[in-house]
């Protein structure tokens, strides 16, 4: 379960909305898919730690919604994960792109 203290998470990341406002409960996959798009390194990991390695993986993996090559690389090498792993890429194949 979650931490009751709240990850710190800057405004560069949340640039959009106001951060006290977030309701990391509710909101636990659109801030960790923003995070991933947006977020420092050291931020994914304050996400990961804040709701747990096994939670934030299956987000990842079973998320319907489009998410950036990035943070699909960056959840690879966290997660030990392969391409096939991610659920969003069943509609649209990885294009890798240099």
């Known amino acids: ?4 203290e709240l990850p710190e998470i800057s405004k560069r990341t949340f640039w959009d ?3 006290s406002g ?4 509710e909101s ?3 801030v960790i898919h923003r995070v991933f798009d947006r977020g420092t390194l050291k931020e994914v990991l ?3 730690k804040y709701y747990g390695s ?3 993986k299956d987000v990842m993996k079973k998320t319907t919604v489009f998410l950036p090559n990035h943070s699909i ?3 690879m090498a966290i997660f030990k994960l392969k391409i096939s792993d991610f ?3 069943e509609k649209r194949p990885f294009q890798m792109t240099y």
Not at 1 to 4: D, E
Not at 22 to 25: G, L, R, S, T, Y
Request: proline letters at 4%; glycine letters at 0%.
């Open 28 to 30: 636990y996959e659109w």
């Open 54 to 56: 096994d939670f934030v």
């Open 46 to 48: 304050v996400i990961v």
């Open 1 to 4: 379960a979650p931490m009751n």
């Open 22 to 25: 977030i309701n990391f409960e």
């Open 17 to 19: 909305v106001e951060i």
């Open 87 to 89: 659920k969003c890429l």
């Open 73 to 75: 690389l960056l959840a």
